[in-house]
C-alpha cells in the first residue's frame, strides 16, 4: 500500500513547452527572416557572378544545331532514331483520325455507342452517346475526333509502355526499388516542363504532343499495375507454385486475374492524365480542342470555353464508360454458362454487323466525316457573350462585391506581399532561411535538396520568377490545406457530408488542368489569381480524400480505448484521430502542393507571370532557350517541394 502511494506521489514529467521544440525553431527562423527583410531588404539582389548567363545562348544554339541536323539528307543515327519516332507518331495520329473520319460521322457514333453498350450497359452508352451530340451542338465534331484520336495513340503507347513494366514492377522488389525515383520525378514535374524539352527533340506537331502526353500518362500505369500484382496474396501465388505452376502461368493464371480491377483501373486513370495533357499539348502542334483553348484565350473566349466543356463532356464519357466496362467485364460480377456465353459471343457479332452495315449505308447516301449540319454554337454564343460582359462589367454586383474583391485581396495580401518578400530578401538569408525550414520540417537530407534546387533556380537565372511562382504556390497550398482539412475531417465525421462531396470530388478530378483556369480567366483577370484560385480547386478535392481516409482508417481500438477514459467527441478527434492520421494528411499535403505547381504555371497562358509565361513566351516566341531555363526552374522547385513534404514520411516508412 505505501509503495502505490508513493507510486502516486511521483512528480509527472511535464511536456516541454512548445517554444523549445521544433515549433519554436520555426518561428525563430522565420523571425529572423523577417528582420532581415526589414533590415536589408533589396541589398542583396542574386549575384550575376552566380548566374550562368550564357546558358539561354548556348540552349538557343543547340537548338538551331538540332534543326539545321535534324533534316539533312544524311542524319546521324541519333537524328534518325528520333525522326523516325517522331514520324511514326504522326502517322499514327493522322492514320486514326482519317480513320474515324472514313467512317463518317454516323458510322463514328455507332462504333462509339455500340462498343460501350456490348461492354459497358446502357446507361454508359447514353453518356457517350450524349457526348456526340454535344460535340455537334457545339459545332466541334472535327476537333473532338482528332482530340480523341491524340487520346487514343498516346494512350495505346502508354499502356504499351506501362503495363509490361508494371507487372515486372510488382514481380521484382528490386526493380520497384530501382524504378520509383524515376516515376517520382516524372510526376513531380508540372506538364508544363515538359513542353520545351520535347519540343527541342521532337519539333512542334503531333507526334511530339504524343510524346509529352506519354511522359505524364505512363507513372499511373507503371504505379497501378504494380501495386495490383503486389497486392495478390502471397499464400495464393505459393499454392500456384506448390502445384508446379510456372512463373508464367502464375502470372497469367493467379496474379493478372486477381488485380484486373486495378489494371482497368490504371487504364481508366491513363486515359484520364493523357486527355489532360493533350489539352496543353495543343501548344506544341497538338491538334483538336486543345489548340481551340489556347488560342481561343486570346482571340475567340467563347469559342474557348466551349472547346473547355467539350473537354470536360469527354473526360467525364470516357472516365464513365471505362469504369463500367470493368465493372460489367469482372468475371467476379457475373457467371458466364456455355449458353451465356455463346449469347454473348452473338450479340458481339451482331453489334458489329449493325456498325459495319452502318457505315457502308453512310457511305451510300454520301454522310459527310464531320457533323456539318445544324448546331447550337451561334445561339449558345449570343448567351456565353452576355455572360462573359456581365461577369466582367465593373457595375455588377458579381463583380463589385465578389470577384473583384476577392481577386484583389489575394493580390494585395498574398501574392505579392509574398513575392516581394522573397525577392527583396537578401538571398543567403533566403537560401538559408529556406533550408533551415526544410531542416525542421523534414530532416538533413530533404534540406540539402532544398539548398541545391533553390541554387539552380538562381544559377540558371530564374531567381525572381522562381520566388514569384514559389509565392503563388504557396498562397494556394494554404488555400488548400485549409479547405481540404476542414471538408476533410468533417467528411470523415458525418456520412452525409460525405455523400455530398464524393460527387463533387468525381467530377473535379476528372476535369483537365487547363479546364479550371478557363472560367477564371473571365471572372477575376487579375493577374495571378486565375492560376491561383484554379489550382485550389484542382488540388483540393485529393486533400480531402486522403485527409477523410486518413481519419477513418485511424483504428477502432485506439479510438476505444480514449472512449473508455472518457474523450469526448471532440478530443478524440483532436487527440486521437488527427494525430494518427498524421501521414495521411502530409501526404495530402504533398500531393496538393505538386498539383498546384502543375496548374500555377499553366497560368502562364493568361498572364500570370514568373515561370510559367516564361515557358509560354518560349514557345510563342521561338525563344527556346529561355522556355528551357524556366523549364529547368520549374523542375527544381517541384522537387524541392516534393521532398520537404515527404521527407518525415520517407523516414518513417523506411524505420
Same mark, same amino acid.
Not at 99 to 120: E, H, I, P, Q, S
Not at 614 to 634: K, T
Given at each position: 500500500m505505501a509503495v502505490a502511494e508513493a507510486a502516486q506521489r511521483v512528480p509527472r514529467a511535464l511536456p516541454a513547452p512548445w517554444w523549445r521544440g521544433r515549433k519554436g525553431a520555426l518561428v525563430l527562423v522565420v523571425l529572423g527572416m523577417i528582420i532581415a527583410f526589414l533590415g536589408w531588404k533589396n541589398t542583396a539582389p542574386w549575384p550575376a557572378w552566380l548566374t550562368w548567363n550564357s546558358l539561354i545562348g548556348y540552349l538557343d544554339n543547340f537548338e538551331v544545331w538540332l534543326s539545321n541536323n535534324r533534316n539533312v539528307p544524311d542524319p546521324s543515327i541519333f537524328f534518325r532514331i528520333f525522326n523516325g519516332f517522331s514520324n511514326f507518331l504522326d502517322h499514327l495520329v493522322s492514320w486514326? /483520325?482519317?480513320?474515324?473520319?472514313?467512317?463518317?460521322?454516323? *458510322?463514328?457514333? $455507332?462504333?462509339?455507342?455500340?462498343?460501350?453498350? !456490348?461492354?459497358?450497359?446502357?446507361?454508359a452508352a447514353l453518356i457517350v452517346l450524349a457526348a456526340f451530340a454535344s460535340y455537334a451542338m457545339l459545332g466541334l465534331w472535327e476537333e473532338s475526333v482528332e482530340t480523341f484520336a491524340l487520346v487514343l495513340a498516346a494512350v495505346s503507347l502508354s499502356l504499351l509502355v506501362g503495363l509490361p513494366i508494371g507487372v515486372l514492377a510488382g514481380r521484382s522488389s528490386r526493380f520497384h526499388r530501382t524504378i520509383t525515383p524515376v516515376l517520382d520525378a516524372m510526376q513531380i514535374i508540372p506538364a508544363f516542363a515538359y513542353l520545351m524539352p520535347v519540343v527541342i527533340l521532337f519539333s512542334v506537331g503531333p507526334g511530339a504532343a504524343v510524346v509529352t502526353t506519354m511522359i505524364y500518362a505512363i507513372p499511373p500505369a507503371i504505379r497501378i499495375t504494380a501495386l495490383g500484382i503486389r497486392g495478390v496474396p502471397a499464400n495464393t501465388v505459393e499454392a500456384a507454385t506448390a502445384l508446379g505452376s510456372t512463373r508464367r502461368q502464375v502470372l497469367t493464371k493467379v496474379q493478372l486475374p486477381l488485380a484486373r480491377r486495378m489494371v482497368l483501373l490504371g487504364v481508366n486513370q491513363t486515359i484520364l492524365f493523357a486527355l489532360s495533357m493533350v489539352v496543353? &499539348?495543343?501548344?506544341?502542334?497538338?491538334? *483538336?480542342?486543345?489548340?481551340?483553348?489556347?488560342?481561343?484565350?486570346?482571340?475567340?473566349?467563347? !469559342?474557348?470555353?466551349?472547346?473547355?466543356? &467539350?473537354i470536360v463532356i469527354m473526360a467525364i464519357a470516357l472516365d464513365r464508360s471505362t469504369e463500367a466496362?470493368?465493372?460489367r467485364t469482372d468475371p467476379a460480377h457475373r457467371h458466364l454458362t456455355a449458353a451465356k456465353s455463346r449469347h454473348l459471343h452473338r450479340y458481339t457479332l451482331a453489334c458489329a454487323a449493325v456498325v459495319g452495315l452502318t457505315v457502308l449505308l453512310a457511305r451510300l447516301f454520301g454522310a459527310s466525316s464531320v457533323w456539318s !449540319?445544324?448546331?447550337?454554337?451561334?445561339?449558345?454564343?449570343?448567351?456565353?457573350?452576355?455572360?462573359?460582359?456581365?461577369?466582367?462589367?465593373?457595375?455588377?454586383?458579381?463583380?463589385?462585391?465578389?470577384?473583384?474583391?476577392?481577386?484583389?485581396?489575394?493580390?494585395?495580401?498574398?501574392?505579392?506581399?509574398l513575392r516581394n518578400f522573397f525577392i527583396e530578401l537578401p538571398w543567403p538569408v533566403t537560401l538559408a532561411g529556406l533550408a533551415l525550414i526544410a531542416y525542421l520540417i523534414s530532416g538533413l537530407r530533404p534540406a540539402l535538396v532544398a539548398l541545391v534546387m533553390l541554387f539552380v533556380c538562381g544559377w540558371v537565372g530564374e531567381w525572381a520568377n522562381s520566388?514569384? /511562382?514559389? &509565392?503563388?504556390?504557396?498562397? $494556394?497550398?494554404?488555400?488548400t490545406v485549409i479547405f481540404g482539412f476542414i471538408f476533410g475531417v468533417w467528411a470523415a465525421e458525418s456520412r452525409r457530408v460525405a455523400k455530398i462531396v464524393r460527387p463533387i470530388n468525381d467530377v473535379l478530378q476528372t476535369l483537365p488542368q487547363l479546364v479550371y483556369i478557363i472560367p477564371f480567366v473571365y471572372l477575376m483577370p487579375v493577374s495571378g489569381v486565375p492560376g491561383v484560385v484554379a489550382s485550389v480547386l484542382y488540388a483540393t478535392p485529393v486533400m480531402i480524400r486522403l485527409v477523410q481516409r486518413g481519419v477513418q482508417d485511424v483504428s477502432p481500438e485506439s479510438i476505444e480505448a480514449a472512449t473508455s477514459f472518457g474523450a469526448t467527441r471532440r478530443q478524440v478527434l483532436f487527440k486521437v484521430k488527427i494525430p494518427l492520421a498524421r501521414d495521411a494528411i502530409m501526404l495530402g499535403v504533398n500531393q496538393a502542393i505538386i498539383m498546384v505547381l502543375a496548374v500555377v504555371v499553366i497560368g502562364g497562358?493568361?498572364?500570370? *507571370?514568373?515561370?510559367?509565361?516564361?515557358?509560354?513566351?518560349?514557345?510563342?516566341?521561338? &525563344?527556346?532557350?529561355?522556355?528551357?531555363? $524556366?523549364?529547368? $526552374?520549374?523542375?527544381?522547385?517541384?522537387?524541392?517541394?516534393?521532398?520537404? /513534404?515527404?521527407?518525415?514520411? !520517407?523516414?518513417?516508412?523506411?524505420?
Open positions: 486514326l /483520325t482519317s480513320f474515324f473520319f472514313k467512317l463518317t460521322w454516323v *458510322g463514328t457514333v $455507332a462504333l462509339g455507342t455500340l462498343v460501350v453498350l !456490348r461492354y459497358g450497359g446502357r446507361r496543353i &499539348a495543343g501548344l506544341i502542334g497538338g491538334q *483538336g480542342l486543345g489548340d481551340v483553348v489556347t488560342n481561343g484565350l486570346y482571340t475567340d473566349p467563347v !469559342r474557348a470555353i466551349f472547346a473547355g466543356a &467539350a466496362m470493368a465493372n !449540319r445544324w448546331t447550337a454554337q451561334d445561339w449558345l454564343r449570343t448567351y456565353v457573350q452576355k455572360a462573359l460582359d456581365y461577369v466582367q462589367d465593373p457595375s455588377t454586383f458579381l463583380f463589385q462585391h465578389i470577384t473583384n474583391p476577392i481577386g484583389n485581396f489575394l493580390v494585395q495580401h498574398g501574392i505579392e506581399p520566388m514569384g /511562382t514559389f &509565392a503563388q504556390v504557396l498562397v $494556394a497550398t494554404v488555400l497562358l493568361v498572364g500570370s *507571370g514568373d515561370l510559367g509565361y516564361d515557358v509560354v513566351q518560349g514557345l510563342q516566341r521561338n &525563344a527556346f532557350g529561355l522556355g528551357m531555363v $524556366a523549364s529547368i $526552374a520549374i523542375l527544381a522547385l517541384g522537387i524541392m517541394l516534393d521532398r520537404v /513534404t515527404q521527407g518525415r514520411v !520517407r523516414e518513417r516508412k523506411r524505420a
